[in-house]
């Protein structure tokens, strides 16, 4: 037993040593591979991996995944009005280049969100303190999140850091200015929906003046097309009663004066005051109209 004692240590060591020498590089990390303190290699594929035994190479290890960078409190910041807003926002990033992130931050995560806090804080002022409050939360939201994405991805750069997206969550109106915000934007509503309506009378009075123009046009020309028919007819009529006229005209007297006679005494009490001896009674006398012998 003595005798293979040393054998046995002897393996320990040279495991030992072996299991020193191999590391592996997982799909979520990039590896740095120092030699003497200096950066040798710089790994970003997963897989087995070889080095020399401590204190010749070391591996660091950092987290390449993607990240987020949320604000605990909304900062407050001041508008074009000088007029302050609570904004909160929060930012994707990751690290680009490994060995430049390292050299800027060493191993500390920390420090860098810390970085990128400022410099979000930065371009967030630089961008709304130069609009107003309605732009900010309204008219150019999306504006703003593009020019802070790009000033903070330009100054990221440098930093091994890529800057993915950055979002404004929400926009708050401090507490002293909020009552006086909103009765601003009930007024420009009221005024909005007074202008509407004012719109509206408008365009419905022009319509109705229209159809009302539309309206008698079209019972001006009903009312010619009538007339025009009616003469016709008339005319019509007028000949139709001269051809039978002519053909007999003691019966077309006889039947106008039986119609006349016909109007005259349509009622139970009608009264005509005049002369027996008219044409009007001519009929009354003499079946063929013929006036009576004078005695």
């Known amino acids: 037993m003595q005798r293979f004692f040393p054998a046995l240590v002897g393996l320990v060591i040279v495991l030992a040593v072996l299991s020193s020498c191999v590391f592996v590089v997982r799909e979520r990390d990039a590896a740095l591979v120092f030699t003497l303190g200096e950066v040798r ?7 087995l991996y070889f080095k020399l035994p401590p204190p010749f190479e070391n591996v660091v290890r950092l ?4 990240q987020t960078i949320e604000t605990n409190d909304p900062e407050r910041i001041q508008t074009a ?10 930012v994707k990033w990751r690290i680009s280049d490994p060995r430049l992130f390292y050299v800027t931050f060493g191993a500390n995560d920390r420090a860098a969100v810390e970085r990128l806090q400022a410099q979000i804080r930065d371009a967030l002022n630089a961008s709304v303190n130069r609009r107003t409050v309605k732009d900010v939360v309204s008219n150019e939201r999306d504006i703003i999140m593009k020019e802070i ?3 903070v991805e330009a100054r990221a ?3 091994g850091v890529d800057v993915v997206d950055v979002r404004l969550r929400r926009i708050d109106f401090v507490p ?3 009552e006086s915000v909103y009765r601003r934007m009930e007024a420009e509503r009221k005024q909005e929906a007074n202008r509407l309506r004012a719109t509206g009378f408008a ?3 022009r319509i109705r003046a229209q159809a009302d123009r539309e309206r008698q046009e079209l019972l001006a020309k009903a009312y010619a097309e009538a007339q025009s028919i009616k003469g016709e007819g008339d005319g019509k009529a007028a000949g139709i009663y001269a051809q039978a006229y002519g053909k007999n005209p003691e019966f077309y007297s006889l039947y106008k004066s039986l119609e006349g006679y016909k109007s005259a005494f349509s009622g139970d009490k009608d009264t005509l005051v005049l002369s027996p001896k008219s044409d009007f009674f001519k009929f009354w006398n003499s079946a063929d109209g013929a006036k009576p ?3």
């Open 203 to 205: 365009d419905s009075e």
């Open 149 to 151: 994405l790009t000033t």
């Open 293 to 295: 012998a004078t005695p």
């Open 157 to 159: 750069k440098p930093l």
């Open 81 to 90: 009005e000088k007029k302050n807003l609570l904004i909160d926002s929060f």
């Open 63 to 66: 987290d390449k995944r993607l």
């Open 41 to 47: 290699t710089t790994i970003t594929e997963p897989g």
């Open 176 to 178: 002293e200015i909020s």
